[in-house]
């Protein structure tokens, strides 16, 4: 089944849902106009529709490999690249002096969820060299910028991150990789990196690498660690790729998903690199990157949740089996009750996962654009719960998807099947969902629920203003609010950390179900009568209730959890 992109989705949530207009009243994206932005997802979609989405097969069928040190990429994925940088899509938001378009980032989620959506494989790679963009724009020297920013935007180059280790995993201070410094300003790396996503490409004409390495005087742990830009090849004077760097591909990892994205073994041998940021400084520069990855991640979840409910839904619109009592019915599964709840489940699940990521964008844009510390806060609360929540609806959509095909779904040819087995990484890298959760109960606390009881009261004010409209829909927003409010009370009471971490995956997942009633209640009353108040009624009457059974397991503490002994577990 073809991928539309759901151009009209992003229209509504902008202009009803996640006040996109406060981001482009500001100075900062004042050139953002609606006209403007509209061009931009309508291109962008029609890239995704006639472009990417016909690789998404292919690259499954036909991975990535390593020929004589060479990766050789998916058939057709040269073309797809090619399309994306010609088009502008690696960076939209990044800054003009240096070739980006310097739009909201709001826009740039919207497009790579697009892309996502469309092929997953390919996509993974713009989203790596516009995490590098944003790491160099804030940290490297002008002498960096200079050379490396208008070649990674306009796609000529690629970059990379390179932090784990086959010993340091999300241990990241447990790193070995060393960096020598040389006598001509740049410093020598020697290490082994592992899980690299497109860690080298036969398509573009250089592959830069972001490398977390120790030098000789830094400290164990992540303290005495520091960022290096290390090139394939090492640029010449006039900027041109020049001779190979001490690098190399070892190996690819055969993966359960993800065949047309090669995932390398990288080996540096006395590679030539360059500082980024300050020494000892690596893991705050990292950050940078880390950050805007996250929400490119829950943003990829969400696209291959999009694309999946697509897919089922055209296979229930003609797939015939047994008869339904549905008057005037289609004739078709999708009458069937339980066939119906699962594309419902799935829509809905979507919409909600997108309000949270385009909302998460919004405040990014809002930080960057005025600079205003409740901003900034905002968009770090939301950060890990775009991240998890969006890889899990991608991971449950995609696994609804098989089931709406039935037999079918469980058949290679369907194409559903490759939904589940590219979308379930998503959840592990970039920091497993529950690091993500053990840092939305911890370091996004660390201001007393500050910033939580900010968004809470905004999501009481709204749902106690929607009673007088739509009381049924509104009231149980509201209480829902009303529980997370106490259980952020009750999270920032405790003192062991543990008591919060035991809990920290239900109760972010019961946060993102909150957080999606409110988003379906503002829809609601900006389309009451229409399918998206039929919707919302389906989340907040259906879904949204199981937030209390998951605020409960989240202030259950951690005694119970730990009473269970190793001994226990393994009887």
């Given at each position: ?66 020929e ?22 690696v ?22 969820e ?21 790491a ?58 592992i ?49 190979a ?11 359960m ?8 073994v ?32 829950g ?27 549905v ?10 009750a ?13 919409f909600a996962?997108?309000?949270i ?14 600079g ?94 929607a ?6 829909l ?12 106490e ?12 008591d ?25 009353m ?24 998951l605020?409960?397991h ?17 009887a």
């Amino acid at each position: 089944m073809p991928y539309r992109a759901p151009i009209s989705d992003y229209r509504f949530l902008f202009d009803h849902v996640v006040d996109f207009k406060t981001v482009t009243d500001t100075d900062r994206f004042a050139e953002a106009t609606p006209d403007m932005v509209d061009a931009i997802l309508t291109e962008a979609g029609k890239m995704c529709e006639e472009i990417l989405a016909p690789l998404q097969r292919p690259g499954d069928l036909n991975p990535a490999r390593l020929e004589n040190g060479v990766v050789r990429t998916s058939p057709g994925f040269a073309e797809g690249h090619k399309a994306i940088a010609e088009g502008g899509w690696v960076a939209i938001a990044a800054d003009p002096e240096y070739g980006g378009m310097g739009l909201p980032m709001t826009v740039t989620t919207a497009v790579n969820e697009m892309m996502s959506a469309a092929c997953l494989s390919l996509q993974l790679n713009p989203l790596m060299t516009q995490g590098q963009i944003e790491a160099l724009e804030h940290h490297a020297s002008d002498a960096i910028k200079q050379t490396y920013l208008p070649k990674l935007i306009s796609g000529a180059w690629a970059g990379t991150m390179n932090l784990t280790e086959p010993q340091a995993g999300s241990d990241v201070g447990a790193l070995r990789t060393k960096a020598e410094p040389n006598n001509d300003g740049s410093y020598s790396i020697t290490g082994q990196k592992i899980y690299i996503s497109w860690g080298d490409n036969d398509f573009t004409e250089n592959v830069c690498h972001l490398v977390l390495a120790r030098l000789p005087d830094g400290v164990p742990g992540t303290k005495g660690i520091s960022l290096f830009l290390v090139p394939k090849y090492l640029p010449k004077e006039d900027g041109t790729p020049g001779v190979a760097n001490d690098l190399r591909v070892v190996s690819l990892e055969h993966k359960m998903g993800l065949h047309g994205s090669p995932t390398a073994v990288m080996e540096y041998a006395g590679a030539k690199g360059w500082l980024v940021g300050g020494e000892h400084d690596g893991m705050k520069c990292m950050f940078t990157m880390m950050n805007n990855a996250r929400l490119g991640v829950g943003g990829q979840g969400i696209g291959v949740a999009e694309g999946a409910y697509q897919h089922a839904l055209a296979y229930a619109m003609d797939r015939k089996q047994g008869r339904t009592s549905v008057e005037d019915g289609t004739g078709t599964i999708v009458d069937h009750a339980d066939v119906r709840r699962m594309l419902a489940t799935m829509k809905a699940e979507v919409f909600a996962a997108r309000a949270i990521a385009l909302a998460n964008a919004v405040a990014i844009d809002m930080a960057t654009a005025t600079g205003d510390a409740d901003w900034a806060a905002r968009a770090a609360l939301l950060t890990p719960v775009t991240k998890a929540f969006g890889t899990d609806t991608g991971i449950a959509v995609a696994d609804l998807g098989v089931q709406v095909h039935g037999g079918m779904g469980f058949i290679e040819e369907t194409g559903a099947a490759q939904y589940c087995r590219d979308v379930r990484v998503t959840a592990i890298y970039e920091g497993t969902n529950g690091i993500q959760s053990m840092d939305l109960v911890a370091r996004k606390m660390m201001d007393g629920g500050e910033a939580a009881f900010d968004l809470l009261d905004e999501i009481e004010t709204f749902a106690e203003a929607a009673k007088s409209e739509l009381p049924d829909l509104a009231e149980p927003v509201w209480q829902a609010a009303e529980t997370l409010r106490e259980t952020v009370e009750w999270l920032v009471a405790q003192k062991d950390l543990t008591d919060r971490f035991a809990g920290s995956v239900p109760f972010l997942k019961g946060f993102a179900r909150v957080l999606g009633g409110y988003y379906h209640l503002r829809a609601a009353m900006a389309d009451t009568g229409g399918a998206r108040a039929r919707l919302a009624r389906f989340y907040i009457s259906r879904l949204l209730p199981e937030h209390r059974g998951l605020f409960a397991h989240a202030r259950a503490g951690s005694g119970d959890l730990f009473a269970l002994s190793p001994e226990d577990l393994a009887a």
